[in-house]
């Protein structure tokens, strides 16, 4: 059986040295023996003025580089030096880049080729942030270049036999001749007007929550927002199987915050545990209160181990409550709960929890717990800003030893309203838990979560907590080779957005993809072909 040339081509970007040496010597055969721009050397080989910038699309048959151009995108331009002012010409508040040496074999000068690479070119040119590719094209091909629609600008450059029509193409025009670029096409990269979102927050808010948070303001004094107001509470203590919950204007650390201001009016000695960025947050949260505590740390991506838990408190029998986190978001470890009870019950020891990730995606059990903190964001599906403070047994009344704000007994003094409270955030939680589905929610979840770390596994990357999956954060580590910045923002010009920003995840090269927004297993996979071809 024959196999054709488009079966055996492969277009990429250069990154091989022997790549780098061929796409040298194509380019001294083009552009010296047979267009004589340049002096022929003894090396017969021709390293480009802008080679430390250039990037080089290829086309590669087997061990040989058959057909190349590059990518750049400082200036000046090769062109800023050929046309006098040269922004006259393009469109304004743009993002350019320079495309030249095109150049194939003499035995691959053919459409597929020349195709393949400016199809390659372009898209790599997209998702590197550019939005206007520039060209010299031969005035032999001009019609070619304008059927892919490149539009002709300024005059013809170069001299002799080697004469040269500046163009330009436009992100707009690519969109127009869509089937002229199979590969930006089926990147998906054009067709999304919003991005996809896999960060750990601002989720994805539902259009009843988004509604209800568009409402017009009401007081926080009215019967009808202190009604709605405790089915709130109500709604939230069944969710999570608790006695008491409060309700702060703020954000998750402020939830924790909270409890530390509760755990300090004990002055009892404790220990904060810690398996990752969050664990090490809730230690820095104890010693601004200045709390008597030691703390456990486990190593990061590893769930917490009952016997050297067992240890420690034997080690220290004075400690009465133990300060942890359920769902690690830093590292996709989620700490077995139940084991936390069973050791602190038996022992008469406080359980304390921050389950601000884990509660909505996850079965999330606080009977017996003290305290544990979460937010009206995240897995909730609400908007941020209001913390959520659980209790076993809630204090009616107030302590002078505390700031208002933190007192959580002033709470349960004033029925939970003791300050004003915004009913936009109120009614978008609201919406959000009216909506909460519960098991078939969590099944869900878990399920993409298998999907997504099949995926991630078939791309050889490393996973953290295998055997302790929280099934709404995957963190994987990228190779060595393999930048998070880069990767990051290269798929984010494709329109999906990853955690990779946090300096704990920056530090270690690592990667999120947090699936509290409701995604389809369609979406996964979208996901993870992009993110194959980006890391390609």
């Known amino acids: 059986m024959s196999v054709s040339v488009a079966d055996e081509v492969r277009f990429k970007v250069a990154t091989e040295d022997w790549e780098i040496e061929q796409v040298h010597r194509l380019n001294y055969q083009t552009f010296v023996d047979e267009i004589p721009q340049h002096q022929p050397n ?33 200036r000046p331009f090769s062109l800023d030096k050929k046309i006098d002012d040269i922004d006259q010409y393009l469109p304004s508040g743009r993002i350019p880049c320079e495309v030249r040496l095109l150049a194939t074999t003499a035995d691959y000068r053919n459409g597929f080729i020349f195709r393949g690479l400016v199809d390659l070119t372009v898209k790599c040119a997209l998702e590197t942030g550019y939005d ?46 869509h089937r002229a670029f199979p590969m930006v096409r089926n990147s998906r990269s054009l067709s999304r007007s919003e991005p996809i979102s896999f960060l750990p927050g601002p989720v994805a808010h539902r259009p009843a ?145 921050d389950v601000v990730s884990s509660l909505g995606t996850t079965p999330v059990d606080l009977s017996g717990v003290r305290l544990a903190s979460s937010v009206s964001g995240k897995g909730l599906g609400s908007y ?54 519960g098991a078939e929610q969590f099944h869900r979840t878990a399920q993409l979560s298998s999907r997504l770390r099949d995926g991630l596994r078939a791309l050889g990357l490393r996973l953290f907590g295998d055997d302790a999956v929280f099934p709404a954060v995957t963190t994987f580590e990228l190779p060595p080779d393999r930048d998070s910045m880069r990767i990051g923002k290269r798929l984010e010009n ?3 957005l990853l955690h990779y920003r946090s300096g704990y995840l920056r530090e270690r090269n690592w990667m999120q993809i947090c699936t509290m927004s409701r995604f389809s297993l369609d979406t996964i996979d979208d996901l993870l072909e992009s993110l194959g071809e980006v890391l390609a």
């Open 384 to 437: 941020s800003g209001i913390a959520i403070v659980f209790q076993e047994c809630g204090r009616k009344s107030a302590s002078r030893a505390l700031p208002r704000y933190f007192d959580l007994g002033f709470y349960g003094a004033q029925d939970g309203i003791p300050f004003t409270f915004s009913s936009n955030l109120l009614y978008a939680l609201k919406a959000s838990l009216d909506d909460f589905q």
């Open 132 to 177: 206007l590719v520039l060209i010299s094209g031969t005035l032999r091909q001009t019609k070619l270049y304008q059927h892919l629609g490149f539009i002709p600008f300024g005059p013809v450059v170069g001299k002799g036999d080697a004469l040269y029509q500046p163009m330009y193409l436009t992100r707009e025009a690519i969109e127009q001749h």
């Open 494 to 496: 494709m329109g999906y």
């Open 209 to 353: 929550v988004q509604a209800a948070f568009q409402q017009p303001a009401i007081s926080h004094r009215c019967d009808e927002f202190i009604r709605d107001f405790q089915d709130v509470r109500r709604e939230l203590c069944r969710i999570a199987n608790a006695r008491e919950v409060q309700l702060l204007m703020g954000t998750g650390s402020l939830a924790n915050d909270a409890v530390a201001a509760e755990l300090s009016l004990d002055a009892r000695p404790g220990i904060v545990l810690s398996n990752g960025a969050f664990g090490d947050r809730l230690i820095d949260q104890a010693e601004r209160f200045a709390l008597p505590f030691r703390a456990h740390r486990a190593e990061w991506g590893r769930p917490f181990d009952r016997d050297e838990l067992e240890a420690q408190l034997d080690a220290y029998p004075d400690v009465r409550w133990l300060w942890a986190v359920h769902g690690e978001t830093s590292t996709g470890v989620l700490n077995d709960l139940e084991m936390l009870k069973e050791v602190t019950s038996r022992r008469g020891i406080d359980l304390c929890l």
């Open 42 to 74: 003894a090396e017969q080989r021709l390293v480009d003025a802008f080679h430390d910038q250039n990037t080089y699309i290829v086309a590669v048959r087997g061990a040989r580089v058959v057909g190349m151009l590059a990518l750049r995108g400082k």
